[in-house]
C-alpha cells in the first residue's frame, strides 16, 4: 500500500481559497487515478474530485467551477484547489488512491490518507 500524506487544511472565511495537497510515497504515482473525498458532520462521506492518471479532472456537481483538482507526477503530488469557499464546504478532507488509472463512480480505492479538516466560517 502507498502512505498518502495530506497538507494544507485550516480556517478560511467564506468566499475564500485554500490549497490542498496530498503526498504519496512510493514509486508508481503517475499509474494510478487519485482523488478527493469530504465527510461533513453527520453526513456520509462523497467524492469531491478525482483525476486520471492522465490528468483529466471529474467533479462533484457542488463544486463544479470552484474547485480544482491537479497533478504533478514529478513530485508524487495532487493538489486540490478550492475557492470561492462555502460553509457548507466544511469537512475533513482526504485524499485517496484508486486501484486504477482511470476514474468511474464506484471504482476500488486501495488507499486513504488521514485527513484534513476544513472551516469555511460565514
Known amino acids: 500500500q502507498v502512505q498518502l500524506v495530506e497538507s494544507g487544511g485550516g480556517l478560511a472565511q467564506a468566499g475564500g481559497s485554500l490549497r490542498l495537497s496530498c503526498v504519496a510515497s512510493g514509486r508508481t504515482f503517475s499509474s494510478y487515478a487519485m482523488g478527493w473525498f469530504r465527510r461533513a458532520p453527520g453526513k456520509q462521506r462523497e467524492l469531491v474530485a478525482a483525476i486520471t492518471s492522465g490528468g483529466s479532472p471529474n467533479y462533484a456537481d457542488s463544486v463544479k467551477g470552484r474547485f480544482t483538482i491537479s497533478r504533478d507526477n514529478a513530485k508524487n503530488t495532487v493538489y486540490l484547489q478550492m475557492n470561492s469557499l462555502r460553509p457548507e464546504d466544511t469537512a475533513v478532507y482526504t485524499c485517496?488512491?484508486?486501484?486504477?488509472?482511470?476514474?468511474?463512480?464506484?471504482?476500488?480505492?486501495?488507499?486513504w490518507g488521514q485527513g484534513t479538516q476544513v472551516t469555511v466560517s460565514s
Open positions: 485517496a488512491r484508486y486501484s486504477t488509472w482511470r476514474y468511474s463512480p464506484g471504482n476500488h480505492v486501495d488507499s
